[in-house]
């Protein structure tokens, strides 16, 4: 069974950057679609960033692009999110999500699609 693993959240002020990590274990697949998403209380969960772990381009929702990389650590089997000029709006609980199926960086991924899901990391963006 594959587990997540999500860290880094915390609180800063509106500008700042946080990274955040997922670290994935229990896995037999040498591939992953793998994606972060975020939810506010009271609203749908939305797709934030994705790649595809045997290579490709990455997918970005329109209001992270040029703030938002996702990336991936081999070595540790960690992806990761890097977050800069973070704005209140991006305030929210952020998951950590994989399938073994393939994902193209053109498109966003399919939440229902994702097989493992992170119980999630908080992110507080302060004005």
């Known amino acids: 069974q594959v587990q997540l693993v999500e860290s880094g959240g915390g609180s800063v002020q509106a500008g700042g950057s946080l990274s955040l990590s997922c670290a994935a274990s229990?896995?037999?697949?040498?591939?992953?679609?793998m994606g972060w998403f975020r939810q506010v209380s009271g609203k749908e969960r939305e797709g934030v960033a994705a790649?595809?772990?045997?290579?490709?381009?990455?997918w970005y929702a329109d209001s992270v692009k040029g703030r938002f990389t996702i990336s991936q650590d081999n070595a540790k089997n960690t992806l990761l999110l890097r977050m800069d000029r973070l704005k209140p709006e991006d305030t929210a609980m952020y998951y950590c999500?994989?399938?073994?199926?393939?994902?193209?960086?053109?498109?966003?991924?399919?939440?229902?699609?994702?097989?493992?899901w992170g119980e999630g990391t908080l992110v507080t963006i302060s004005s």
């Open positions: 999500a994989a399938s073994p199926e393939y994902c193209d960086g053109g498109y966003p991924p399919s939440q229902d699609g994702m097989d493992f």
């Open positions: 229990g896995y037999t697949y040498s591939t992953f679609c």
């Open positions: 790649l595809y772990t045997g290579g490709g381009s990455a």
